[in-house]
């Protein structure tokens, strides 16, 4: 997401900081950058001045203290709420105070990180969806806190990377996710009870419903055990078996299988390496 989302922003012609905790990590995000605007040019997509220009707009590095003078900084770590409010109290003491710290979270609590700073005013969510270059939704998602002038400020942001924002209430889920995680429990449900195959019931959502992929091919994409936290957190915040994940799915977790980023989930994506 945090590759996706840098590319985006330079390409709309942000000057851009990429932060990850070691150098090499964070030079490594921007090789990858580089791979996938070449693609593009490959494709001719866009012009090697463009993907040039894009390239030469974002900053890799570890230290902190770069993003010191930056207006907006979004967050994209792992999805653990106790994560994303220490590293909120670390940019609240290391931005400016006119900085909008926002967080890309699919599901977590928002106001749970502004209340970590001192600028919970300044706070808000701008949830980009995977892949963020491909995907023209963003979800702005307002906490109590927030003042006007930061979600403004927020869908201004997205609309300038050619995005579509969408304001919504700082509750588990938001819009989409509240409403796409139980689908997506219910199709391992579904496998679990043994009511059709994992490929026959992917096919059966893309050819009856118009689906770009299956329930098996996103969990896959998205990361089951990204998944998981998402379900976890729904459940935690409304109670409604819906929202309780299914017990393949936490198995799966436990087994180290969580979709196209190791390898395998619920499809097999080693031979594609």
Do not use: W
């Amino acid at each position: 997401m945090g590759s996706g989302i840098a590319q985006c922003t330079a390409l709309s012609g942000f000057e851009v900081v990429v932060r990850s905790r070691s150098q090499s990590t964070a030079d490594a995000l921007v090789a990858g950058i580089e791979k996938t605007l070449q693609k593009q040019v490959e494709k001719e997509k866009i012009t090697g001045e463009v993907a040039g220009t894009a390239l030469s707009r974002i900053t890799a590095t570890s230290d902190f203290s770069v993003l010191s003078d930056c207006d907006l900084v979004l967050e994209s770590v792992v999805e653990d709420i106790h994560t994303k409010k220490h590293l909120f109290l670390e940019l609240d003491r290391i931005c400016a105070d006119h900085t909008i710290i926002a967080t890309n979270t699919s599901t977590l609590p928002v106001i749970e990180m502004a209340m970590e700073t001192g600028r919970p005013d300044k706070v808000c969510g701008i949830h980009f969806f995977n892949p963020a270059t491909v995907m023209k939704l963003v979800e702005v998602v307002r906490p109590i806190t927030a003042s006007e002038d930061t979600i403004e400020s927020a869908k201004e942001f997205a609309t300038a990377c050619d995005k579509i924002p969408v304001e919504v209430r700082d509750q588990a889920g938001f819009v989409v996710n509240a409403l796409l995680f139980p689908y997506l429990n219910n199709a391992v449900r579904m496998l679990e009870q043994g009511i059709a195959s994992m490929e026959d019931i992917d096919t059966s959502m893309k050819e009856g419903c118009g689906f770009p992929m299956g329930p098996f091919t996103l969990l896959d994409l998205v990361g089951l055990d990204t998944s998981l936290a998402i379900l976890d957190a729904l459940y935690e915040e409304y109670r409604d078996p819906n929202y309780a994940a299914v017990p393949l799915l936490r198995r799966m977790v436990t087994a180290e299988r969580l979709g196209r980023k190791s390898g395998r989930g619920f499809y097999n994506y080693h031979s594609e390496k």
